[in-house]
Nanobody, 127 residues
Framework: QVQLVESGGGLVQAGGSLRLSCAAS????????MGWFRQAPGKEREFVAA????????YYADSVKGRFTISRDNAGNTVYLQMNNLKPEDTAVYYC????????????????????WGRGTQVTVSS
C-alpha cells in the first residue's frame, strides 16, 4: 500500500513559522519526487514546492520563494516543509504528494504529475 501522512499544521500568527512533515510508507517510500501543494477555500489546489530524490534539487512557487524550504531526511522517507514569515494568504490545507518517476529538467508542478497523495493538514495564519 501507499501512504503519505502529513502533520505539523496548526494556527499561527502572521510572521510566525510552522514545520510540516510528510511520512511516506509503502510504495511511496521509493518516490523519485515529493512535493507540497495547498488548497485554500474556494480556490484550486496549487503547487508549493518539490524536491528530487536523485540530487536533492528543489523548486518553489514564486509566492513562497525565500520563505518556505522543502527538505528530505537521509532515508528519503520523510519530507519537510519549513514555513517562515507566514502570511494570512498562506492559509490552506497543505497536501503532500509523491511520484515514482523523474526526468531531468522537468519541473513537476502540476497536481496531475503526482500519483500519491496524503489527506492534508490545515494551516491557518491569523492577521
Amino acid at each position: 500500500q501507499v501512504q503519505l501522512v502529513e502533520s505539523g499544521g496548526g494556527l499561527v500568527q502572521a510572521g510566525g513559522s510552522l514545520r510540516l512533515s510528510c511520512a511516506a510508507s509503502g510504495r511511496a517510500v521509493s518516490s523519485a519526487v515529493m512535493g507540497w501543494f495547498r488548497q485554500a477555500p474556494g480556490k484550486e489546489r496549487e503547487f508549493v514546492a518539490a524536491i528530487r530524490r536523485s540530487d536533492g534539487s528543489t523548486y518553489y512557487a514564486d509566492s513562497v520563494k525565500g520563505r518556505f524550504t522543502i527538505s528530505r531526511d537521509n532515508a528519503g522517507n520523510t519530507v519537510y516543509l519549513q514555513m517562515n514569515n507566514l502570511k494570512p494568504e498562506d492559509t490552506a490545507v497543505y497536501y503532500c504528494a509523491a511520484r515514482n518517476t523523474d526526468y531531468s529538467r522537468i519541473i513537476w508542478d502540476a497536481d496531475t504529475d503526482y500519483g500519491y497523495w496524503g489527506r492534508g493538514t490545515q494551516v491557518t495564519v491569523s492577521s
